[in-house]
C-alpha cells in the first residue's frame, strides 16, 4: 500500500511539473529576451544575431535585447549563457567556434560544449571569404601562394580571434600549401576588417556576409571562398580548392542556444519561431544577400551536427598545431 502511495505521488508530482512547463511554455515569453552575441558589434555573428532578434522581437511583442560580450574566441559571452538561468530569456547566438573548434583549440573551457547547452536551431550556413587588401600584388590564390613562398612570415593574416572559423580557415590553408603567415588575432571581424583595409594587415578568411559590403565596394579584394561550391552570392567567384589548393574546405555556421535544463517546450516554442522567421521568403532572400543559407532544423537534428563538427574540427586543430593557453 505505502510503495503504491509513494508511485501515486511522483506521478502526483510528474505531472505537476509537467504542467508547470506546459503553462511557462504557453505564455512564454511575458518580458525582455536577451541574446548574447560573444563578439563584438559589425561581424557576422553580430550581423545574423540581430536578424533573428529583430524579426522575434515582431513577432512575440517582446523586446529582444542583443547584448555584445566578446572575448576569448567567443567563451567569455558562451560562457555566460551557460551559467544563466534557464528559462528561455538569456539564449546565445553560438558559431562553429564557441561550440566546435574551441573545445579542442583552448587547454581550459569555462563550458562543457554538449552538457551546457540546450540547441535551439542552427539559424545559417555562412561560407568563409578570402580576402587580401588592394595593396598586396596578387590577383588570384596561386599568386598569393607564390608570393607567400617568396616573402616567408612577412604576411599578416587577420582574424577575427583565436578558435573561430576565420582563424581556423587560415591555418588549415598554411598546412595545406606549406606558407608561413604571422597569425593576428582580433576582437571581433570589424576591427580586423579596419586593419585589413588599412593595409596593417595582408589577409583574412573572413566570413562572407561582413566581407562581401567591402569586396562590392571597392576597399578589398576577395580571391576565394573556401566552401566546396561557389557562393550564389559571389558566383563568379571560385573556390579555394579551384583556384589552386585541391581538397580545400572550411565554412562557419551559427545557431540559437538556450542554458541546459531550459524546458523543452520554450526550446521548442523558439525553434517553431525561428523556423518560421528563417524560412519566409523575405528573410531567405535578405540572408542569400549576405552570402547565408537559412537552415532552421530541429533541436535534435542541430545537436547532432553539433556534436559532428566538433570531431571535424578537432581533426583540423590537431593538423594545424594551433593552440590557445
Known amino acids: 500500500m505505502r510503495r503504491a502511495l509513494r508511485v501515486l505521488s511522483m506521478l502526483v508530482a510528474g505531472l505537476g511539473v509537467l504542467a508547470t512547463a506546459t503553462g511557462q511554455a504557453q505564455t512564454y515569453p511575458t518580458r525582455a529576451i536577451t541574446l548574447i552575441v560573444p563578439f563584438p558589434a559589425g561581424g557576422t555573428t553580430d550581423i545574423l544575431g540581430r536578424f533573428v532578434g529583430q524579426a522575434l522581437s515582431a513577432a512575440w511583442n517582446q523586446p529582444v535585447v542583443v547584448e555584445n560580450r566578446g572575448g576569448a574566441g567567443g567563451n567569455i559571452g558562451a560562457a555566460a549563457v551557460a551559467k544563466a538561468a534557464p528559462d528561455g530569456y538569456t ?122 559590403p567591402q569586396v562590392k565596394g571597392g576597399t578589398l579584394k576577395a580571391l576565394a571562398v573556401t566552401t566546396a561550391t561557389r557562393s550564389p552570392a559571389m558566383p563568379d567567384l571560385p573556390t579555394v580548392a579551384e583556384a589552386g589548393v585541391p581538397g580545400f574546405e572550411a565554412s562557419s555556421w551559427f545557431g540559437v542556444f538556450a542554458p541546459a535544463g531550459t524546458p523543452k517546450e520554450i526550446v521548442a516554442k523558439l525553434q517553431t519561431e525561428i523556423a518560421r522567421i528563417l524560412k519566409s521568403p523575405e528573410m531567405t532572400e535578405r540572408l542569400a544577400q549576405q552570402g547565408a543559407v537559412a537552415v532552421g532544423n530541429t533541436p535534435d537534428e542541430f545537436g547532432a551536427y553539433v556534436q559532428s563538427e566538433l570531431v571535424k574540427w578537432a581533426g583540423v586543430v590537431k593538423a594545424s598545431g594551433a593552440r590557445v593557453d
Open 91 to 212: 539564449l546565445l547566438v553560438g558559431t562553429v567556434g564557441t561550440h566546435a573548434i574551441n573545445a579542442s583549440l583552448y587547454t581550459k573551457m569555462p563550458y562543457d560544449t554538449l552538457k551546457d547547452f540546450a540547441p535551439v536551431t542552427q539559424i545559417a550556413s555562412v561560407p568563409n571569404m578570402l580576402v587580401v587588401t588592394p595593396s598586396l600584388p596578387v590577383g588570384s590564390v596561386t599568386e598569393l601562394i607564390a608570393y607567400a613562398k617568396a616573402n616567408p612570415g612577412k604576411l599578416n593574416m587577420a582574424s577575427s580571434g583565436n578558435g573561430t572559423s576565420i582563424h581556423l580557415s587560415g591555418e588549415l590553408f598554411k598546412v595545406m600549401t606549406g606558407v608561413d603567415m604571422v597569425h593576428v588575432p582580433y576582437k571581433g571581424s570589424a576591427p580586423a576588417l579596419n586593419d585589413l583595409m588599412g593595409g596593417q594587415v595582408q589577409l583574412m578568411f573572413d566570413n562572407m556576409p561582413s566581407a562581401l
